[in-house]
C-alpha cells in the first residue's frame, strides 16, 4: 500500500483535492453532515487537511474540529493549512483502530477515501460509535475502482493497470459492504449516495490528470506491470480512444447516525 508519510505523496494529494471534482465530493460530505455552529467533530485520516479546514469553516468558533492521520507529515500538512486558511483546526497524530478522542464527546465523524486502508473495518466503526453522541452523524467516503472506466486504444493495458492499481487499497471492494458494516456495528438512518468522477477533457485540473502519476508510480512496482507498461499506460489513456478522452469512477458517500432508535429514514 502506499507510504503516507512520503513527501511526494503529501504534495501530490494535496493538489488533487483542489480539483473540482473532489470539491464537489466535500460539498455532498458537508451538505448529508448538516452540520450547525457550534458542532464538535472529527475528521479520520485528514490527509492534507482541505475537508477539516472546511468543516472548521462552518462551526464557527463555538465549534470545534479535530484532524486526526497516522502520518505525522500530512497532520502537519493540514496544521499549515489550517495557519493559512486563519481557521481553527486541533491536529492529533493517531489511528482509525483507536481514536485519540473522549468517548460520546462528538456531534460529527468523517473519514473520506481512509477506512479502504484500515485492516479492521469494524474496528474503527466502532470506534466511530463510541466517539459519537447520541444522534451525531458520520460520512464515509470509498471508492470502487472496479467501476472505472478509463478510455484508450490498448484497453487490455488499461485492464490490467487497475487491476494492479487495486493493490494499493486494503480493502478495494468496501463501498459494496459499508452499508451493512454500518448497520452491523448499530448506526441508524444508514444512507447511501453515488459520486461520480467524470472527465471528458484531460486538463491539469481534471481529477484523473492529477492521480495518474500516482497509479503510475505505485503499479510501476507491481509484479504484473512492467515499469515500461506503467509508462505507455499514462501516454494511453492521455491520448484515449477514437472518439477522444473520458474517464469515469464512482466513490460512495455513505451518511449515518447513533441514533438509538433506527428504521424509520433508512435506505
Ligand atoms: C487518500 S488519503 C485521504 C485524505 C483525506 N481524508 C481526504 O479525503 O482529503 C488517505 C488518508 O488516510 C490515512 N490513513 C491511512 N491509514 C489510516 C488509519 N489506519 N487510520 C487513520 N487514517 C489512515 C492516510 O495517512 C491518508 O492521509
Known sequence: VTD???PRTVARLGALYESADIQRQRRAVRDILALRPGARGLDIGCGAGHL????????GPDGHV???????????ATAARADNLGVPVETRVGDAGA??????SLDFVTATQVLEYVHDVPAALAEIRRVLKDRGRVAIVDTEWRSCIWE?????????????WRDHFVHPDLPRRLAALLRASGFADVTVD?????????TEAAFSVGILPIITHFVRDHPDVSPDEAERFADAVLAGGVDGYFFSVCRYLFGATTRTISGEGDR
Open 4 to 6: 503516507f508519510g512520503d
Open 52 to 59: 477539516a479546514c472546511e468543516l472548521a469553516e462552518v462551526v
Open 66 to 76: 479535530i484532524a486526526m492521520d497516522p502520518s505525522s507529515q500530512m497532520v502537519q
Open 99 to 104: 481514536l485519540p478522542v473522549d468517548t460520546a
Open 152 to 164: 484508450a486504444s490498448d484497453r487490455e493495458l488499461v485492464d490490467r493497470v487497475l487491476d494492479a
Open 194 to 202: 453515488a459520486v461520480p468522477v467524470v472527465n471528458v477533457d484531460a
